[in-house]
Every structure is written in structure tokens, then in C-alpha cells.
């Protein structure tokens, strides 16, 4: 059973564009979501993460947003460029105690193709 | 600081071997957590260590174990090597809530 669901799989966007990738989840116990970039024979590298105490967090060109309601969380990529090309991942761990367990559930990724 | 290191980077086995993995993770970081990564299945957490204790364990058989030395460096092991064990395993070491991955070893089983 996927933990995290992870929209759309594959995703094209223009050189400017603005690239979206959403991921829903469905237990509450989640409380740490990260994002991952993952190029082509190499290891995920973390883009941002969000709480779900924070609506909208911002690092340069990533957004990420949080709806704890509807228990979705959204990467958006603005100013997208070719060399953002590459599988993205969304994850959600679990943090008790203040003692983050080492385990990220994660989506099944969306390979972003951007053309110049 | 030098990243998450992982050895080999490339390995050829056939079924029914069994292989080692290794993975030195950044220093001063005491978790390290495994994670196979295939096409079909995507990223699967395979274990974690803190302390040279294992903390969390994900749903793999016994085939795949592991272990943590003094030092944070790790180790697993598949042992009975079938098909479906090809994938890239990639290993991470934590510092707060932050994993920081290696490049992975691509395992192929022929």
C-alpha cells in the first residue's frame, strides 16, 4: 500500500513555465515532508521540506505548500530551466518525541522534462 | 564536509550469491538508513541504524540484513541473491530530521 501518493508521473513544462507536482497522504502520523531532486545516476538530493504547521515554505525558484486538511502537500518549480530536468519525489516521515525515526515513505516520483 | 560514500558502485552477481554493500555516512551523522530503488517498485526503505542498533525495519525478507560499526559505517548483506534483487540501493545518513543520500550501488543479478 503506497503511503504517499505522488501526481502527475510524468510532467513537460516550458523553459519559464511553472512545473506542479502534488502528493497526498493518509496518515495523520506524518509529520515531516520532504522533497527530493533526483538526476540520472545519482542519489536523491533534498530540495525543501515543510511541517504541517507551515502553510508555505519558499527556497528560491521551489515552493512548497500544505494543506493539512486535505492531507496534500505541492512542490512548485517557478522560472522552470532545462536543467531542472530530472525525477522529483515527494516523502513524509514520522516524527515522535522529537527523535525523527529514520524512515522517509515515499511517492513513486515525476519525471519533469523542461524544453528550452 | 564529504558526502554519503557508498562501495561498490557497480555490481554483477549471479542468483543464488550473496553480496555486501557499504556505506560510509557523513561525518559526525549517527543514522543510517537503507532504501532499494526500482523502476517497478520505486523507493523502499529497507532498515535503519542509530548507535549500531537497528531502530526501524522495513517489510523485506531475512535475505536482507545489516549492520552498524563503531564508527556509523554500515553494511548490508543480501544473501541467496535472486532476479528481483537487482535495483540501486542507496544508503543515507541523517542529521536531525535531514537524509542525505550516496550515489547508490547499482546491483545487477543475472
Known amino acids: 500500500q503506497q503511503q504517499v501518493k505522488q501526481s502527475p508521473q510524468s510532467l513537460i513544462v516550458q523553459k519559464g513555465g511553472i512545473s506542479i507536482i502534488n502528493c497526498a497522504y493518509e496518515?495523520?502520523?506524518?509529520?515531516?515532508f520532504p522533497w527530493y531532486q533526483q538526476f540520472p545516476g545519482k542519489g536523491p538530493a533534498l530540495l525543501i521540506a515543510?511541517?504541517?504547521?507551515?502553510s508555505e515554505k519558499k527556497e528560491g525558484r521551489f515552493t512548497s505548500s500544505f494543506n493539512k486538511s486535505a492531507k496534500q502537500f505541492s512542490l512548485h518549480i517557478m522560472d522552470s530551466q532545462p536543467g531542472d530536468s530530472a525525477t522529483y519525489f515527494c516523502a513524509a516521515s514520522i516524527d515522535r518525541g522529537g527523535s525523527t525515526l529514520g524512515r522517509l515513505y515515499f511517492g513513486r516520483g515525476t519525471q519533469l522534462t523542461v524544453w528550452p | 564536509k564529504a558526502g554519503v560514500t557508498q562501495t561498490p558502485r557497480y555490481l554483477i552477481k549471479t542468483r543464488g550469491q550473496q553480496v555486501t554493500l557499504s556505506c560510509s555516512p557523513i561525518?559526525?551523522?549517527?543514522?543510517v538508513s537503507w532504501y532499494q530503488q526500482t523502476p517497478g517498485q520505486g523507493l523502499q526503505f529497507l532498515f535503519e541504524y542509530f548507535s549500531e542498533t537497528q531502530r526501524n525495519k522495513g517489510n523485506f525478507p531475512g535475505r536482507f540484513s545489516g549492520r552498524q560499526f563503531s564508527n556509523s559505517r554500515s553494511e548490508m548483506n543480501v544473501s541467496t541473491l535472486e532476479l528481483g534483487d537487482s535495483a540501486l540501493y542507496l544508503c543515507a545518513s541523517m542529521r536531525r530530521e535531514t537524509q542525505y543520500f550516496g550515489p547508490g550501488t547499482r546491483l545487477l543479478v543475472l
Open positions: 561525518s559526525g551523522h549517527r543514522s
Open positions: 496518515n495523520t502520523a506524518f509529520d515531516y
Open positions: 515543510i511541517r504541517p504547521d507551515v
